[in-house]
């Protein structure tokens, strides 16, 4: 942030020809196979800024912070943005390509290997991934690759928090010039070591009493001597980070906080934490020197120093400002003694050429000693010193990259249509970058104007005029409001404010158009409107209930009647925030609070189609679930985007919300690890509102054209290199043009991008049947979908969507019809694309699906299919189907065995153990389970028990069946035939069993005696006899019996001579 002097600050720039390096990508979506339907992405950031040579505060690379000069090419250099990821040059720092395939976007430090320039190490903050790749991250090719080390992740219950762990970060990178195979990271749990050139890594926590935090840079030296500074001040190591110490009186304050050491003396050191600086010359026992800080503001202040040779060298500091001190060793170099620098009010201001508010600082590395500084960091990017000769260039001449860092952060963006598809007015401010202006922003090198220097927040454009805001002036109104002609041509400062002063450094805008020369305007004072901006008169809209803590105003609806809607509380998408509507331009309305789904919890971020009041589109957050929400109601009633979520998360990818991740600080341009939830960017089309874009931190950018029925992933953020990762979208601005549709998005990090698509009309409609209306369980269900093209024009990158009920599980999938079609998806959640399908075409696809046998017969479920594409269709009411199945499960069929008929092993015992066959069954599903009365295995008694048994189906449907299991003591078989009678020698129950072709049963009831030895039965009404002699001496178990079938039938005749190993069973 800059002050802007009153009468300086805004002088009429000419209109420099700027042409920005385009960067092209074009993507297929899934399941495309030819140039219809793609969608391309184009980077149309500025590479300069115009303002450079008059106002060097006005500039075009965003914020960047750390610096790595490679200590074996001097002519090679990496930057480390922000909120943009990292960058190198290859020419001295003239032209900046960034490193894709780094994936962590908020980078901190880089540093390279000076054994191997291949070997870069990076630093990053949090990237919201559930499976972090932030951290610790290596190159072994000079930046083209990047992994995270397996071992870059902190021992379980090692950090301060689990959240540290979960969601990791680090800081300063040191690598021992004496064993460039020793790497030191600061990171948000301790101190990483690698002793293996960062391969292999290790966690140090120099202060474990409080288990590890925040380790801010750390500096390895004279022998692998270690300092670092961090939450527990400093700390110093001599045997490699085993043991440590630190201040015994006047000790370093604790925080975010840089530190370097004297070329001459292991034991003078120099850090900064805040805004503070601070002189040790004994090894950190103390901190008796202070410097007062000659240019204060405390973003990411720095010190380095520089060896002059011999008894001299320089110290680095940036705050505000770049800062070079003259310092000198003793001759007789020794702890303690003076300071070795001189008081600050000495030291020579090196920021000529060069963006206030510093990153780093690198010299060159050809030279051993009296090196030049080549390249700076700050706000505004890089800056290359043009002055390479010590020692003039100690007095460095900074100038801006012929291509900068594409790395700026906007706090507004606004557009306006204009005839022809190259002519298009595109206007964003930026954070300490300025505000830019292009008409011809639909060309393919769009020729940007840096109109003003510092920090712009604010746009509103028409075709004809631009209001925007810019800060930071002094004396007077800080933030302040500029009318001026297309392209920023001429105007002035808006000539009457309402009351109060305008809020700054958020992404909403607290200025709107609602109708021609109509505005309203958010104060801290309340919100005003006026029908004549070239000499206003301002309106306070319901001041008796202007909502507490406004952040952002909107208008919506027709511009003689409209709706005005105001966010109140935290502005920049992490909530929680308020949202109220007051409809009219009358001075006594009132604001009414739009309540969220259910009345619980707040916005995130929430917009409202500019079009129709009733229609707004939000995040929800409630405790930790965040919802992408949509009402057609004004907020009476809300609907769920399902489809979103998943792609906000990126299919669980990405956190929904998470708790230490990087975030801007409400109100300001530092940055706070609060955490944050994923989504940052929810816009209507104005031309057609069932175009709608939404957008997430981590995980891309989201197309819906059919009213937020169904989303299309436009940049996955995967980071390949035709697939761009485009983080924190914040604004977007829609241009219909000449069969285009061109989608201008509006970044935290990586500035300004151009979507192309194919601006088509389709009237999709789908319909769905299914095989039957009643399905049996078990057994297959199928799914037929239509999808109809009513045209006007073909659909491109059509894509079907049916989540297959959860009772069913997913067999199979088929699609005909349309142009490269496809079937994939991931269990039960199927999708189907088709690149395009022609207006008046059909395509069909069937799904099968396997009916869930756990389901009770009459169970209803339904299935739901949508399509959308790239097209916009104007009746989204027919882009869904659904169709309802009743589960069919009858019960299963059970067959008991034949009633059995079983001996104990001995005449006389009183139970024995049965194995009767199972019961068959049969069923529509498996894993019927069966239970018995008595189960097989079991001992059953003397005499006849009953069986039953029960099947009960997967879908609790019942089946029984019966039958008998009869137990005797005695069996006595024929030898020779087999015939035999099973007796109960205490009832006098008999069957007897006739074997062969003529067999038959007979059972009947005799008397039973006892003498001696002998068992008898006798039967005389059927004529049946038989004994068995049983003695425990001499000769016995023998049997024998007479059996007549009636009184006159044949005798048969059994002779047993062993009762006891009888089978009891016909042969």
Known sequence: MKKLLKNAGFRRVCFITLVASLSVMTIVLAGLDDAAGQVTLTDINPDQSTLDASNPNGASGGRVNGLAADPNNNMVFYAASEWGGLYKSTNGGQNWT?????????????????????????????????????????STDGGATWAKPATATPPVNFCASQARRDEPGAFGISIDPDNTNNVYIGTNCGLAVSNDN??????????????????????????????LVGDDGHQRSIDGGTTWTTATSNALPGGRASIAVSPDESYVLFAVVGTSIFESDNGGT???TTFANPASQGRIPF????????????????????????????????PGGAARCPASGTWTNSQNGAHWDLGDVVFDTAVADDRCPRVMSSDGGVYRNTDTTSPGCQGPSWEQPTVTPHALWLFGMDGADQAGAAAEDLYFGCQDNGTFAATDAGAGFPTWNNRDCCDGFDDSADPVRILYTVCCFSPGRSNRLFVRNQGMAGGAELSTYPAGNLPGFRPPDVVDRFDANSYVVMTTAGIFVTNNIAAPAWTQLGAATSPAGACAVQA?????????????????????????????????????????????GSFGIVTVDPNDANRI?????????????????????WTTLNDLNQLMTGGGTYRYLNTTGPTQVASGASMTFSGYPQPTLVAFDPANGNIMLAGGADSGIFLSTNAGLTWTTLTDNSGVSNNPHIPRPRFAYFDHEAGNLNIFVGTQGRGVWRITTTDATADLAISKTSSAPSIVTGSNVTYTITVTNNG?????????????????????????????????????????????????????????????????????????????????????????????????????????????NVATALPGQMNVVVNYPPPVVMDNCPNVVVNCSHPSGSSFPLGTTAVTCTATDSGGKQAMCNFKVTVFDICIQDDGRKDFILINSFTGDYLFTKCGLDSFTMAGKGQI????CSTKLQDDTRVVSAEIMRCTLGTGNTGSATIRRNPFGTSFILGDSYILNNTCMCP
């Open 303 to 334: 010190v380095t120093t520089n060896n002059r040779g011999g008894q001299d060298f320089d110290l680095w500091f940036g705050d505000t400002q770049l800062f070079r001190a003259g310092c000198t060793t003793p001759m007789s170099p020794a």
């Open 1009 to 1012: 005696t006892r003498s001696g």
């Open 286 to 288: 103390s901190w008796d």
């Open 556 to 600: 919506a609806g027709p511009g003689a009647t409209p709706s005005f809607f105001v966010k109140a509380g935290n502005c920049t998408s992490v909530g929680p925030a308020t949202f109220w509507r007051q409809d009219g331009t009358a001075a006594g309305g009132t604001w009414n609070q739009i309540n969220p789904p259910g009345n619980t």
């Open 617 to 637: 589109f939000a995040s929800h957050l409630n405790g930790t679930n965040v919802n992408m929400v949509l009402s057609t109601d004004g907020g009476a009633n």
């Open 198 to 227: 960062g391969v292999n890594w290790t966690f140090v926590d120099p202060t474990p009493a409080d288990g590890a935090d925040d380790v801010w840079d750390v500096v390895v030296h004279d022998g692998g001597i270690i300092d």
């Open 792 to 900: 006007p024009d073909a659909a491109q990158s059509v894509t079907i969507k049916d989540m297959l009920p959860p009772q069913t599980t997913f067999v199979s999938c088929n699609v005909s019809g349309g142009v490269g079609g496809l079937c994939s998806g991931t269990g039960n959640d199927r999708t189907v694309t088709l690149s395009s399908l022609a207006a008046n075409a059909v395509a069909t696809i069937t799904l099968v699906a396997q009916v869930s046998c756990a389901l009770a017969d009459g169970t209803v479920f339904s299935n739901t299919a949508t399509v959308g594409s790239l097209a916009a269709d104007p009746t989204p009411a027919n882009n869904t189907a659904t169709v309802m199945v009743t589960a069919s499960n009858p019960p299963p069929v059970i067959t008991c065995p034949p009633d059995q």
């Open 98 to 138: 960034r490193l894709d395939n780094h994936r962590p976007i908020v980078t901190w430090d880089v540093e390279v290997s000076p054994a191997n320039s291949n070997r870069v190490f990076a630093t990053s903050f949090y990237d919201g991934r559930v499976n972090s790749l932030s951290g610790i991250n290596v």
